[in-house]
Each structure stands twice: as structure tokens, then as C-alpha cells.
Nanobody, 117 residues
Framework: QVQLVESGGGKVQAGGSLRLSCVVS????????MGWYRQAPGKQRELVAV???????NYVDFVKGRFTISRDNAKNTVYLQMDSLKPEDTAAYYC???????????WGKGTLVTVDS
């Protein structure tokens, strides 16, 4: 199995920055893709960014140029650097690990990001 623990959320003014971290433990070698998702109040959870085991990244349009996903394999950690934050970025942010071998998706408990206008 895989365990994920997020941190780094908080409250920031519009235009500010935050860096989220996701520490991964368990059957790490089985993970194919890591991702960050978010869920705003009253809305469905949505994809923000993903990074493959090979380091390829992909972003949804509304964060391109503002957010950066990265990984530090030595620390078993995935990051989401969020710059130029907007009030509409306010949401709970969740770390996800996808494993073909384990045939499943694993989720952290989330970390809350609040952006004030």
C-alpha cells in the first residue's frame, strides 16, 4: 500500500505563493504517477498537475505558468509550488498516487489553501 501526507497549506494574499509537500511512504516503487488535485467548497475534485515516474509533467490550463510540480526521490516527496495565487485557487489540495501494479489510486487527507483578495 501507499501512504501520503500533505503539508504546506495556509492563508495567503492574492499574488502570493505557497509550496505544498506530499511525503510518500509504503510501496513506493509501484507508483507510476503522482498528482495534485483540489476541491473547492461545493465543487467536484479536479486535477491540477501530474508528474510521472520519469519526470514528465502536465498541468491543467488554469494553473499553467503559475504552478510547478516536482519531485525529490531521495526524500520521497512531491511538491507543488504555487505562485501568483488567485482567490479562485482557494480549495483543499490533495496528493494522489496512481499505481498500475497495485491497481489503484491513493489519496492524502488534504491541506487547505485560502487565498484572500
Amino acid at each position: 500500500q501507499v501512504q501520503l501526507v500533505e503539508s504546506g497549506g495556509g492563508k495567503v494574499q492574492a499574488g502570493g505563493s505557497l509550496r505544498l509537500s506530499c511525503v510518500v511512504s509504503g510501496v513506493i516503487f509501484s507508483i507510476d504517477t503522482m498528482g495534485w488535485y483540489r476541491q473547492a467548497p461545493g465543487k467536484q475534485r479536479e486535477l491540477v498537475a501530474v508528474i510521472t515516474s520519469g519526470g514528465t509533467t502536465n498541468y491543467v490550463d488554469f494553473v499553467k505558468g503559475r504552478f510547478t510540480i516536482s519531485r525529490d526521490n531521495a526524500k520521497n516527496t512531491v511538491y507543488l509550488q504555487m505562485d501568483s495565487l488567485k482567490p479562485e485557487d482557494t480549495a483543499a489540495y490533495y496528493c494522489n498516487a496512481h499505481s498500475v501494479l497495485l491497481r489503484g489510486d491513493y489519496w492524502g487527507k488534504g491541506t487547505l489553501v485560502t487565498v484572500d483578495s
